[in-house]
């Protein structure tokens, strides 16, 4: 079954600084990778995937995710924080056979002015 | 604006009682999906339909129950609520297992 681990429960960066919020997975076969942004009290906002192709994937509001399939990771990144990027992120992992996406516990990034 | 539907947002109701969530997926999207998020259990996921068939089944107590329509909408039924069933309902839908688009959610509050 596939398993998804964001090692970090909040992150904090200064605004203007790079972000890196990481990302492990477990899956048999082709990974399908997602990031999905949530704000206080709303549902969670596709950001970015990947699914084949480039390992570096760009997505929305400048993020970015880099797929390492030797250390079965898809970190995103963001050149230059800002303040309204403060949100809970979760990374998720879909199978082959398409009929589960598995989402991590989510990482709290907080960015501070 | 995601294109999904969830209502109610917000419903308060007691133990023992019985609600019905809905959601509309985005035009076109055949997959439904239902997770619940709760403070310490993150987003477990429920159940996934597509096209009117249940299609996976997750983490969903026997007391919850699903089925989607021949317009492809979708309903969650809780019943004999407990405390512990206070959360975020979500429901997302896809085209194909694309990525998922998700509804604002329906918050339960078990009192």
């Known amino acids: 079954a596939q398993s998804v681990a964001q090692p970090e429960d909040q992150v904090n960066v200064a605004e203007g600084n790079p972000l890196t919020v990481k990302c492990t997975y477990s899956v048999s076969g082709n990974p399908y990778l997602f990031w999905y942004v949530q704000y206080p009290n709303r549902g969670l906002q596709f950001l970015l995937k990947y699914i084949t192709g480039d390992n570096l994937v760009k997505g929305s509001y400048g993020f970015e995710a880099e797929f390492n399939k030797s250390q079965t990771s898809f970190h995103l990144k963001k050149p230059s924080a800002l303040v309204s990027d403060s949100a809970l992120y979760f990374c998720?992992?879909?199978?082959?056979?398409?009929?589960?996406?598995?989402f991590g516990p989510g990482t709290r990034l907080s960015v501070l002015p | 604006d995601s294109g999904v539907t969830q209502t109610p947002k917000h419903l308060i109701t007691a133990t023992g009682q019985r609600v019905t969530l809905r959601c509309s997926p985005r035009?076109?999207?055949?997959?439904v999906y239902w997770y619940q998020q709760s403070l310490d259990q993150g987003l477990q996921f429920l159940i996934q339909?597509?096209?009117?068939?249940?299609?996976a089944k997750g983490n969903i107590l026997e007391r919850f129950s699903a089925q989607q329509f021949p317009d492809l909408h979708s309903e969650l039924n809780l019943s004999s609520l407990e405390l512990g069933d206070s959360a975020l309902y979500f429901c997302a839908s896809s085209v194909q297992s694309r990525e998922l688009f998700f509804g604002e959610g329906s918050r339960l509050t078990v009192l």
């Open positions: 339909y597509y096209n009117g068939e249940e299609r």
């Open positions: 035009s076109g999207d055949l997959s």
């Open positions: 998720a992992v879909r199978d082959n056979y398409g009929q589960n996406f598995v």
